[in-house]
């Protein structure tokens, strides 16, 4: 069975950096695009940045300049590198995966989510 574990989450003051990271275990072939989500009080789900396994990142609007995505593909890792953090940057973090795992075969992949990680900015 495929896990993602998010860590790093906590309380900082706006103006400082936390780093996220999410570790993938399970009997895995493989691993496509990786992810970071979050989800404030009462808003729906959004996209924060996505990397491909060859490195190519892409951000959200709202994040650029500020975050920084990057993984480790030989210990299925991706991580999160927030800077500049403001309050409206609290919400859960999740970490998302295209997993090909032994559940479905080497050739088939699907997505995977972490629990989450809370990350509060507040003076």
């Known amino acids: 069975q495929v896990q993602l574990v998010e860590s790093g989450g906590g309380l900082v003051q706006p103006g400082g950096s936390l780093r996220l990271s999410c570790a993938a275990s399970?009997?895995?072939?493989?691993?496509?695009?990786m992810a970071w989500y979050r989800q404030a009080p009462g808003k729906e789900r959004k996209l924060v940045a996505t990397?491909?396994?060859?490195?190519?990142?892409a951000y959200g609007d709202s994040v650029k300049g500020r975050f920084t995505i990057s993984r480790d593909n030989a210990w299925n890792r991706v991580y999160l590198q927030m800077n500049s953090l403001r309050p409206e940057d609290t919400a859960v973090y999740y970490c998302?995966?295209?997993?090909?795992?032994?559940?479905?075969?080497?050739?088939?992949?699907?997505?995977?989510w972490g629990k989450g990680t809370l990350v509060t900015v507040s003076s």
């Open positions: 998302n995966a295209d997993v090909a795992s032994v559940n479905d075969g080497p050739n088939h992949s699907r997505a995977y």
């Open positions: 990397i491909t396994r060859g490195g190519s990142a």
């Open positions: 399970g009997v895995i072939f493989s691993i496509n695009d």
